[in-house]
């Protein structure tokens, strides 16, 4: 095989992420681009899994999820925040007319979104987010970008790569592992707990006689 460099993977800051996906404006449009990347961030699914979701697909109670098919035709089950489950039982009190084999995210039509539209959309989050964070403009974000994103804050939260391997349907941990190379704060992190070579380390020396003289009385 031959030797190629690995592109580093980019992912957004939590304070970046959540300057995207915004607040949920008044238009139906609106309201819907907040859900969809609200999801996006939440669940880390790939764009034709996130599109492909239907409302019979969505489980709201005590222990709420979202069913993902992913690759291969493969399903996995990602559990939701109450704040995304909110977010759902509002849309679907918006639109009562969704019927359980609909698209949860539909487009005017009433079809599922493309991955056009859904890029088409986040761009247009971005542009509104870069305001506030000017570093976004900078930037190339794809809702690919958000799902590496999900994986690095599960990472930096302490999360063991064989869930996150589960959360993002990566059939190889092997997969997952790319995060860390991405993570320069967690690398720093570790330097730092390591001395550097110029540091001279001091040896212990007591200065409570008593204590002293009690171990040599032992």
Same mark, same amino acid.
């Given at each position: 095989m031959k030797r190629f460099e690995r592109p580093m993977l980019?992912?957004?800051?939590?304070? #970046?992420?959540?300057?995207? =996906?915004? #607040?949920?404006? %008044?238009?139906?449009?609106?309201?819907? $681009?907040?859900?969809?990347?609200?999801?996006?961030?939440?669940?880390?699914?790939?764009?034709?899994?996130? =599109?492909?979701?239907?409302?019979? $697909?969505?489980? +709201?109670? #005590?222990?709420?999820?979202?069913?993902?098919?992913?690759?291969?035709?493969k399903q996995r089950s990602t559990p +939701?925040?109450?704040?995304?489950?909110? !977010? =759902?039982?509002?849309?679907l009190r918006r639109n009562p007319k969704l019927?359980? $084999?609909? !698209?949860?995210?539909?487009?005017? %039509?009433?079809?599922?979104?493309?991955?056009?539209?859904v890029t088409q959309r986040l761009n247009i989050a971005v542009a509104c987010a870069a305001k506030t964070y000017s570093s976004l403009a900078?930037?190339?974000?794809?809702?690919?970008? =958000?799902?590496?994103?999900?994986?690095m804050h599960l990472l930096q939260s302490g999360v063991a790569f064989s869930v996150i391997a589960l959360w993002l349907g990566h059939e190889s941990t092997m997969t997952t592992h790319r995060y860390v190379e991405a993570d320069l704060a967690m690398k720093e992190k570790a330097l730092a707990r390591l001395q550097e070579p110029e540091t001279t380390i001091c040896r212990y020396h007591p200065t409570d006689d008593a204590l002293m003289r009690f171990l040599q009385e032992l």
């Open positions: 980019g992912f957004m800051t939590r304070e #970046e992420m959540l300057a995207v =996906i915004g #607040e949920p404006g %008044d238009t139906w449009t609106s309201q819907r $681009d907040h859900l969809l990347l609200t999801m996006l961030y939440n669940t880390g699914a790939r764009v034709s899994e996130i =599109i492909g979701v239907k409302v019979g $697909d969505v489980v +709201l109670g #005590e222990s709420a999820c979202v069913h993902l098919r992913g690759k291969g035709r +939701l925040w109450k704040s995304t489950v909110q !977010a =759902i039982r509002a849309w019927g359980t $084999d609909a !698209a949860l995210l539909p487009n005017r %039509d009433g079809n599922p979104m493309t991955r056009f539209n900078k930037r190339s974000i794809s809702p690919h970008t =958000i799902r590496h994103t999900t994986a």
